[in-house]
């Protein structure tokens, strides 16, 4: 079965260091794009700014991934052609 995304928030250009991280509105749950053909680096730290990585995964260009995270948790990307979105699941 295909995910359903509820839309939550507007999207936006991940920050591109801990500093410019997002929560994504508190989110639990934020959809990625990678909008480009490179493969980009993207990291999950414990808060806006914080020095704790929770973890790391590299987004293919051109493709699509859910990350499921506490709503403090923040997300950077090492390119800012990753957009994110709070979202929802649905069925």
Do not use: P
């Amino acid at each position: 079965m295909a995910i359903r995304s509820l839309i939550k928030g507007a999207e936006a250009a991940c920050g591109t260091d801990a500093a410019g991280a997002s929560t994504f509105g508190n989110a639990t749950v934020v959809r990625l794009v990678n909008d480009s053909t490179t493969n980009r680096l993207v990291t999950v730290i414990d808060s806006v700014g914080g020095s704790t990585t929770i973890g790391s995964f590299t987004l293919v260009g051109g493709s699509v991934e859910h990350v499921e995270k506490q709503s403090a948790h923040a997300i950077y990307a090492a390119n800012a052609a990753v957009k994110g979105c709070k979202v929802g699941y649905s069925q």
